[in-house]
């Protein structure tokens, strides 16, 4: 792994170069809060924020997407025929992803791009995007990425990996791909790869020990999927949800979505729309019957599988990078970490086999 | 409003302790600044989880409806007229509260706090009439009633209307409060100016719908957002759907809304939702003079026919 040192002189230079070659995404302040949008030339990302409200997922993930088009047109030769739209993927590059959120379209790659089944339009929007990460020297105390498998300085997922180390930063390139954006931008330093990696690591160390917010996942696995499914706390902890569905559109780990049919006149569209566990029509059968008919069974649905299904099936941690934003942003205060912890440390009265 | 604590949960504990009721719905202290969780208490001696403040903004009612068991509530104004407002519609029955009413003094709006502070939050303290918040090394204060939800700092009913203990003396009612200078302002727009302030509104708008579930008066089994058949609205970030789902919404509140501010607190875009709500708050005021959730006897305006209509396509 080669690391660079940019001056935070030469920055904006370096961004307007690769404005030539890539289409660039980054965090921008867009009212009250930061949001991922496409830089406009001369623009920079602002990398004041803490995080942005929602997770870059739908970068690679838009929350409307239209994958074919028909006619309903009887003159026409193609009526009915589904065709898929055609769009450009010309390669784009995102300035500023946390770590955390890097590693959660790892976490999403396993829904979209199976040995089975690949998706094509997240897989062609993820191969022509690149990923610059800015490492969190302040993590926020509803942070547990630690935890979560992740980490502030967490490189997994990221081409490149950006750390603020006040007057530069330093960049530390861990594919092609990133090598490649570093040629394009020009910022060249050099930099002794040992002495750099040392301050790095100082760095790092100073970041995790900020981090407060701690979950324990250890006992997730040994646990009985009905004993957890049975658990008494279910009623207490999903009380206060509303459904709202909040928590699964700003998950940046949160694949779920619908598949609908638009039609204008004899124009159709057919797109897919994110979904969420969280609404009842999400497993409402053709026969009316409803699996997951109260809100309780929808709250536990969206836990268990992050915090249980999961961790049983890929063997690899929880569905869950520890951003936070579900815990900011749930109007009601539910609270993942309170509830990680129910389900890790639930002794059933009596196991079931 | 913090001294409530104790007569709130001395009054939980003996309705629950006498059989009047089998749970008291309330809030438990939350896990961050400026939010706590509603939550349920079923025995005597866990009433100590129970706790108000200045955080307790979403409506407590909303968790009523259709609960068939004997509920004692906490109800705020607010709450307490969309109790009645349940009351009459059916959703719960009066037979089944105990209403521990709390005359209110207003909650701290999260949303303009957050806006005006760069770091984290991590503290936030009521000091007299002043609010003290710390985060990220650094401490700014605001006076109280700058930072109060924008519905509460314009509202005239913060005394329960309907209760069965009250947890302390009422409160001295705001006078003189200029309700709808906003809504008025936007109805002098011109069609096209109105047109781009709504696009303004509603452009960071995520569907998650959490504007609705909030709200008690959304109970429908099927809303029309999520209908299919037929399907009244498309389900896509297209503009012209999220309006459509806005205004409709809006619409399905006239007469019913009291400005409790849950929707626009619950927002986690922080968008101003209640905008569309209160012009129908406004134009019942002014043309049937009715306020919500204020009296159980009287029937709603949009389910009576009045001879004296103010539209002509009535009379
Ligand atoms: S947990 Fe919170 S954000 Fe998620 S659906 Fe329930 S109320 Fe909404
Ligand atoms: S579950 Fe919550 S904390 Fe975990 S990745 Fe999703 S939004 Fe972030
Ligand atoms: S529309 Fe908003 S302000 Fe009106 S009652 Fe519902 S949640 Fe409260
Ligand atoms: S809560 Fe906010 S973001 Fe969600 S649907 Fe309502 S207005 Fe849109």
Redesign the interface.
Known sequence: MNVIKIDKKTWTEGIGRLQGFYRLIGPVKDGDFYQFKALEKGESPDFSMLNTRLSPKSIIYPQSEVMFEYSLDETRDDCHVIKEIQVEYSPQVVFGIRPCDAKAFLLVQRNFETPEYKDPYWIRLYETTALIGLACNTPCSTCFCVDAGSGPFNDAGLDILLIDAGEYYYARVNTAKGEKILKDSGWSEETETKDAELAIENLKQAAENRITARISTDRLKEKGVPDLFNAPFWEDVAFACINCGTCTYVCPTCWCFDIQDEVRGTDGVRMRNWDSCMYPLFTLHGSGHNPRDAKTKRLRQRFMHKLKYYVDKYNDGIQCVGCGRCINLCPVNIDIRKICEAMNGFEPEQKSI | MLSYNEKIRHIAKKILAEGKVEIVIGYRR???PM??????IKHPEDVTRLIWDRHCG?NLT??LTQRKERIGIIAKGCDSRNIITHIIENKIKREQLVIIGVPCKGMIDR?KI??QF???I?KVKEDGDKIVVTG?GIEKIWKLSDVLQENCIICTHRNPVIYDELVAEPVAEQKDVNRYEDIRRIERLSPAEKAEFFDDLLA?C?R???C???CPLCYCD?CFV?GSQPQWV?????PTDIRTFHFLRAFHCAGRCTDCGSCE??????IKVRTLTKKLEKDCLELFNWEAGIDLEQRPPLTTYNPNDPDDTFR
């Open positions: 939350g896990t961050l939010i706590n969780e509603p939550c349920f979403i909303n968790y949303h957050a806006s760069e770091e984290e991590q990220g960071s995520i998650c719908y959490a609705r579930n909030v099927t999520d498309g389900k896509s970030q297209d607190r619950a927002c986690p875009m922080g």
